[in-house]
């Protein structure tokens, strides 16, 4: 089964990922922020209980950072399953689906985070397959909610719907062109943000980014929805406008470098995180604008690539501590075994 990473959807040149993310707290506890070790492990325990009773989710993954390593919960967060906020939390649990696309986490900010990815840009799918499992846990767990203001939050830009929503977009024409910050400036002024590849505090790395809305007090789900396509699709416009410009002005120069990626990506022996994330960007522009074409139909979501890459899911590949040099070794090894063939 394949996990939503490894394949790619719709307006997959420029769109990643769609995700929406649910934020709920539970009426009987203090939001997680205030919460004491001992008042963490029972919300924990009770919540998960109360879920694994159900029934709902028994063909989900289930994990507990006390049974969890350093490791392990890094290489989590690398492939999307844990926000950066959860992997420091000391008491969190939560389930993960097989395709890796849904991950309920408890003990986040809020006590529960329901997200859901979809390949490519299908944020109507990513919104109903996380509103379902909002409905079922819904009727499980008594939720924190007021008449007036709607789902109640620890951070008050998540009080009303509670929804974020966020495409993950890869811009490496806008990048390069030194487009980035004021794009971030511009889209600010529509309640939008421009953050990390890991979202909020993360850097961007191979010309990836995240848009997602800032506010939902005051909104429904679909305006937030509306809102954030209206300005991908101007963003993507820009994006794809720049690279037919650059096909057509400077197409050996981008043939020259998508084929020096690839032949660097296949034949190298050390590559760093750094360096591989960029020479797997160009790679990507390359097949999405036809400079290169894959050997075989479906062999080119090279996002599985950038996400394979990264230091923990290296480290429980090789199931052993890696030195830093050891890890270029082993990422370039990764990247040769993994890499497409091209015609």
């Given at each position: 089964?394949?996990?939503?990473?490894?394949?790619?959807?719709?307006?997959?040149?420029?769109?990643?990922?769609?995700?929406?993310?649910?934020?709920?707290?539970?009426?009987?506890?203090?939001?997680?922020?205030?919460?004491?070790?001992?008042?963490?492990?029972?919300?924990?325990?009770?919540?998960?209980?109360?879920?694994?009773?159900?029934?709902?989710?028994?063909?989900?993954?289930?994990?507990?950072?006390?049974?969890?390593?350093?490791?392990?919960?890094?290489?989590?967060?690398?492939?999307?399953?844990?926000?950066?906020?959860?992997?420091?939390?000391?008491?969190?649990?939560?389930?993960?689906?097989?395709?890796?696309?849904?991950?309920?986490?408890?003990?986040?900010?809020?006590?529960i985070r329901i997200q859901s990815y979809t390949a490519g840009m299908d944020m109507k799918a990513?919104?109903?397959?996380?509103?379902?499992?909002?409905?079922?846990?819904?009727?499980?767990?008594?939720?924190?909610?007021?008449?007036?203001?709607?789902?109640?939050?620890?951070?008050?830009?998540?009080?009303?719907?509670?929804?974020?929503?966020?495409?993950?977009?890869?811009?490496?024409?806008?990048?390069?062109?030194?487009?980035?910050?004021?794009?971030?400036?511009?889209?600010?002024?529509?309640?939008?943000?421009?953050?990390?590849?890991?979202?909020?505090?993360?850097?961007?790395?191979?010309?990836?980014?995240?848009?997602?809305?800032?506010?939902?007090?005051?909104?429904?789900?679909?305006?937030?929805?509306?809102?954030?396509?209206?300005?991908?699709?101007?963003?993507?416009?820009?994006?794809?406008?720049?690279?037919?410009?650059?096909?057509?002005?400077?197409?050996?120069?981008?043939?020259?470098?998508?084929?020096?990626?690839?032949?660097?990506?296949?034949?190298?022996?050390?590559?760093?995180?750094?360096?591989?994330?960029?020479?797997?960007?160009?790679?990507?522009?390359?097949?999405?604008?036809?400079?290169?074409?894959?050997?075989?139909?479906?062999?080119?979501?090279?996002?599985?690539?950038?996400?394979?890459?990264?230091?923990?899911?290296?480290?429980?590949?090789?199931?052993?501590?890696?030195?830093?040099?050891?890890?270029?070794?082993?990422?370039?090894?990764?990247?040769?075994?993994?890499?497409?063939?091209?015609?």
């Amino acid at each position: 089964m394949l996990r939503w990473f490894e394949h790619d959807g719709s307006n997959s040149d420029i769109i990643i990922s769609s995700r929406v993310r649910l934020a709920r707290n539970l009426k009987k506890y203090n939001f997680s922020l205030k919460l004491e070790e001992k008042e963490a492990r029972e919300m924990v325990d009770e919540t998960c209980g109360q879920i694994r009773e159900a029934g709902f989710f028994n063909d989900y993954h289930t994990y507990d950072f006390k049974d969890l390593d350093a490791c392990q919960k890094v290489a989590m967060k690398e492939r999307h399953v844990l926000s950066n906020f959860l992997l420091h939390q000391k008491t969190a649990a939560g389930f993960v689906s097989p395709e890796e696309n849904i991950s309920i986490m408890i003990n986040e900010e809020d006590h529960i985070r329901i997200q859901s990815y979809t390949a490519g840009m299908d944020m109507k799918a990513a919104y109903e397959a996380a509103d379902a499992i909002d409905d079922r846990l819904g009727d499980l767990l008594d939720y924190a909610y007021d008449d007036q203001y709607g789902y109640l939050t620890t951070c008050p830009s998540n009080v009303g719907t509670g929804m974020r929503a966020s495409y993950m977009v890869h811009l490496p024409i806008l990048s390069a062109n030194n487009r980035i910050a004021g794009l971030a400036t511009e889209i600010g002024r529509f309640g939008l943000v421009l953050r990390g590849i890991y979202g909020e505090g993360s850097k961007s790395m191979g010309d990836i980014y995240q848009i997602s809305n800032q506010v939902t007090l005051g909104l429904s789900e679909q305006e937030v929805i509306e809102n954030l396509n209206n300005i991908t699709q101007q963003i993507m416009a820009q994006e794809r406008a720049l690279r037919k410009q650059f096909v057509k002005q400077q197409k050996n120069s981008m043939l020259d470098m998508v084929y020096r990626s690839y032949g660097l990506l296949k034949y190298a022996r050390k590559v760093s995180l750094q360096d591989g994330m960029l020479l797997l960007s160009q790679l990507r522009l390359g097949f999405s604008e036809g400079l290169i074409q894959p050997a075989c139909e479906n062999e080119c979501a090279v996002y599985q690539l950038m996400i394979g890459i990264q230091p923990a899911n290296l480290q429980l590949m090789s199931e052993s501590e890696l030195s830093g040099e050891e890890l270029d070794m082993q990422r370039s090894r990764f990247i040769r075994d993994n890499l497409p063939a091209i015609l």
